[in-house]
């Protein structure tokens, strides 16, 4: 016996056996976006990039408490002729005549006409319904609760035919295109567009046009929380919105997942099915990390990132593009590992005279390497992409004189924090894989949690992280993700964790020595997590881009703006630096 199972028995819905076609029905709400901006349209319909904010929300309720009456009723319509489906909120019949109804929020234009891009939807709409029943509709009524107009639009069908035909046909053009379109609307649309932290446009015009100071339309911190479950046999599962943590003593922790910007589950903790789906279709991020700090997993959502993928592996099989890219990374690096230097060693003014000439030499070794990356890049950025340049030869100094100044940056803060060796922080020099002191137990630890918000931050752009363009495969580690790192070791987890050192925050009790191994136990690893989380909602103030934001915001930020460097506004990735 042979069963015949088709798309739409398949699918839950005909929007998602859409989704599967080569050349799906175009939705009536992507045209209005096309009509209001082609960037906005294509983020929307083509990438699939969608950002609801407090006006999408305000929409939502009013429809949802619009009295429909007896004489009014919703359809879902599609035409494979004009290549578009949509809802429309409302149709009435009076005295046999058809009439749309459009309801809006905001404002008319101007007091007595609509906005183009709700005349567009709605016209499209009448399209539809007169496809449907085979007769065209009188007019379209769009009804504005703000200033509490309603424009009437007589309904004229074959210049709607025309209006809209030409519309999708540019839709087409659109979707077919592996290229975002630029950003070619005036600024006050950027302000109310729900995609401008997406977007970035005024980042956009900063670059272009060298404005003094972009207006920050990227929010300055994220209210979610992050949550780190760390008790091993812990058990998640979700209520409706709320995800429930079962502890294994049979203590239950309900959170709203409107609360959640992600889940951490170290060691040994279990996720329901269910969560899991709920989590990637609301973009909470899960990571999976084990007892010991080690990264081990993450949720990436399977669809909706073809373009952006497309664009990341075009740019990165450039040779000049990602040789200049290493040597930006490589100076931002490097720099605020010296500045952090210099800066503790202005504080620490009774460091013992031998470490002090230790401490010289090692500040000025970090300086000659700086000064060879520069001459690098200069020599780069005087080339053009078809000039002959030895890549991997570049590529491989440059390695070298950032390990080198690694090297220095570790023995330099051995200098600076002049513990005692019978202390159990006593620092002398990196080590890993695994740690062998407590010092070095800590830097890991805070480095596995700072690589999963780099993955992260990553996914939320839609990047691969498994495409860099420093880091080579050489083991399951993300090496876009260890490339963004590198922008953030120092500030993210370096200075904080110094800080606490410097105030003796840790005890001997907060690690567990196995052998020639240290690791953080429960307690430590709690401590580490919370200086860490506090660490991402500080406040600094991006040095080019001039605005102020959170350092959790800002691994978001880089992570766009590296994006941008291959997609038409280069020049501000890898530029932030501590003061």
């Known amino acids: 016996m042979s069963i015949n199972i088709t798309n739409e028995g398949f699918f839950n819905s005909h929007f998602l056996a859409e989704k599967t076609r080569d050349n799906p029905l175009i939705r009536v709400m992507a045209l209005h976006a096309l009509a209001y901006c082609e960037r906005l349209f294509y983020l929307e319909e083509v990438e699939e990039i969608r950002v609801a904010d407090a006006n999408i929300y305000a929409g939502r309720r009013l429809h949802e408490g619009l009295d429909k009456g007896s004489k009014k009723y919703t359809l879902e319509l599609a035409s494979q002729e004009l290549g578009i489906r949509g809802k429309v909120d409302y149709i009435c019949t009076n005295a046999g005549e058809l009439i749309i109804y459009e309801h ?69 053009e659109l979707r077919s295109c592996l290229q975002r379109p630029p950003v070619n609307v005036p600024e006050n649309l950027c302000r109310t567009c729900s995609l401008a932290p997406v977007c970035l446009p005024e980042e956009e015009h900063f670059a272009a046009e060298g404005k003094e100071k972009p207006v920050r339309l990227f929010p300055a911190e994220d209210e979610r929380r992050v949550i780190h479950i760390l008790e091993q046999g812990a058990f998640i599962s979700k209520d409706g919105y709320q995800i ?10 309900a959170i709203s997942t409107a609360h959640i910007s992600s889940l951490v589950l170290h060691g040994n903790v279990q996720i329901s099915t269910q969560t899991i789906h709920f989590c990637a279709a609301n973009e909470i991020g899960i990571h999976w990390l084990s007892y010991g700090g080690h990264y081990v997993a993450a949720l990436q959502r399977g669809a909706g990132f073809v373009q ?28 605020n590992q010296l500045k952090y230097i210099l800066r503790l060693a202005r504080a ?10 230790t401490l010289e030499a090692t500040i000025n070794a970090i300086r000659h390497e700086i000064k060879a990356i520069a001459r690098i890049e200069k020599t780069l950025s005087k080339a053009d992409d078809g000039d ?31 513990l005692e060796k019978d202390s159990f922080l006593y620092f002398d020099g990196r080590n890993r894989r695994p740690p062998r002191d407590p010092f070095n ?16 931050a990553i996914q939320a752009v839609g990047l691969d992280p498994c495409f860099g363009f420093f880091h080579t495969p050489r083991s399951t580690a993300y090496p876009l993700a260890l490339d963004l790192m590198e922008l953030f070791r120092v500030i993210m987890w370096d200075m904080p964790l110094i800080a606490s050192v410097n105030r003796k925050q840790w005890r001997k009790q907060d690690f567990e020595i196995t052998g020639k191994q240290v690791w953080l136990n429960k307690e430590g690893r709690k401590k580490a997590i919370i200086l860490y989380e506090n660490r991402k909602k500080e406040k600094w103030k991006h040095p080019v881009l001039k605005y102020s934001l959170s350092y959790a915001r800002t691994i978001e930020l880089e992570a766009r703006l590296l994006e941008k460097e291959w997609t038409g506004s280069p020049g501000l990735f890898a530029r932030l630096r501590l003061r």
């Open 348 to 357: 620490k003014r009774s460091t013992p005279v031998q470490n002090k000439k």
């Open 244 to 253: 429930i943590i079962h502890l294994p003593d049979g203590e239950k922790k």
């Open 308 to 335: 952006r993928h497309h664009r990341q592996y075009d740019a990165f099989c450039k040779p000049f593009f990602t040789t200049l890219l290493i040597a930006r990374l490589c100076q931002a690096k490097v720099e």
């Open 388 to 418: 002959i340049v030895e890549y991997d030869k570049l590529t491989g100094e440059m390695r070298g004189h950032e390990g080198r100044a690694g090297r220095e940056y570790f023995k330099a803060l051995a200098c600076i924090l002049n």
């Open 104 to 172: 809006k929020k905001g404002r008319s234009n101007k007091g007595n006409q609509a906005w183009p891009s709700d005349y567009l939807q709605t016209t499209t709409y009448g399209l539809l319904v007169s496809e449907h029943f085979n007769r065209p509709v009188k007019e379209l009524r769009i009804r504005y609760h703000a200033d509490n107009k309603t424009i009437v639009i007589p309904f004229d069908l074959n210049k709607a035919k025309n209006e809209i035909l030409k519309a999708v046909k540019r839709a087409r």
């Open 441 to 456: 137990a800590l830097l890991s630890f805070g480095y596995a949690l700072l690589y999963k918000d780099c993955v992260a």
